[in-house]
């Protein structure tokens, strides 16, 4: 098994949707939990950055974590065409830990 | 905002030769990656560095070595390439936490 498992889709969803992108994880250590977006052809940008479990919000994008499921979503409102990339999730166990765990990415496209 | 800068966007080169990939950051942070993403594997992690001429190994440094000689650089060699170390290679950097990567490179090997 995997330490953090992500479906890789592809998933399609119409322009103005909710879209929800999720991962799940083994290491109940984790404490530290990033999301990335990764346009064809370029790096991983970040996206939301949390510490622990609860919710953030920034503009169009919410993060959630639950700890005691070992679950984090990624959920994105009023989805846009510029929204078509593919998600990363990662996550490590304390702030100065380099050994940053990745999921295999989710690829979305939002259609018009 | 952070910036990593990856000297090549694309590099074509053959089997054998020593293969050098350039990474730098402009923020001053101690630590930095090299990390390689394959289709279906994800990111895995090849060195990392916490310090000038500092480096410990990653899951996957057969067939590499770093090079950190000044705090802002750090460089990945390909001792001698092979067709199976065509990937993408991207390189990150931190100070605790999250990491901030560059846009990488797409190494292929003939």
């Known amino acids: 098994q995997k330490e953090v498992e992500q479906d890789p889709g592809p998933l399609s969803v119409p322009e103005g949707a909710i879209v929800s992108l999720n991962c799940t994880y083994s290491?109940?250590?984790?404490?530290?939990f990033m999301w990335y977006r990764q346009y064809s052809r370029k790096g991983p940008e970040l996206l939301m950055y949390?510490?622990?479990?609860g919710n953030k919000e920034d503009g169009r994008f919410t993060a959630q974590v639950d700890k005691s499921s070992k679950y984090i979503s990624l959920f994105i409102r009023d989805s846009q065409p510029s929204d078509s990339a593919t998600y990363l999730c990662?996550?490590?166990?304390?702030?100065?830990?380099?050994?940053?765990?990745f999921g295999a990415g989710t690829r979305l496209t939002v259609k018009p | 905002d952070v910036k990593v800068t990856q000297s090549s966007r694309y590099l074509v080169k053959r089997t054998g030769e020593k293969v050098f990939l350039e990474c730098v950051q402009d923020m001053d942070h101690e630590n930095m990656f090299w990390y390689r993403q394959d289709p279906g594997l994800g990111l895995r992690l090849i060195y990392f560095?916490?310090?000038?001429?500092?480096?410990e190994k990653g899951d996957i440094p057969e067939g590499y070595s770093v090079s950190r000689e000044k705090k802002e650089r750090f460089s990945l060699i390909l001792e001698s390439a092979s067709t199976n170390q065509t990937s993408m290679y991207l390189c990150?950097?931190?100070?605790?936490?999250?990491?901030?990567f560059g846009d990488g490179t797409r190494l292929s090997i003939l």
């Open positions: 560095s916490y310090d000038v001429k500092m480096k």
């Open positions: 290491n109940s250590a984790f404490q530290y």
């Open positions: 990662a996550m490590t166990t304390s702030y100065n830990n380099n050994d940053m765990r």
């Open positions: 990150a950097s931190s100070y605790g936490q999250p990491q901030h």
């Open positions: 949390t510490y622990s479990s």
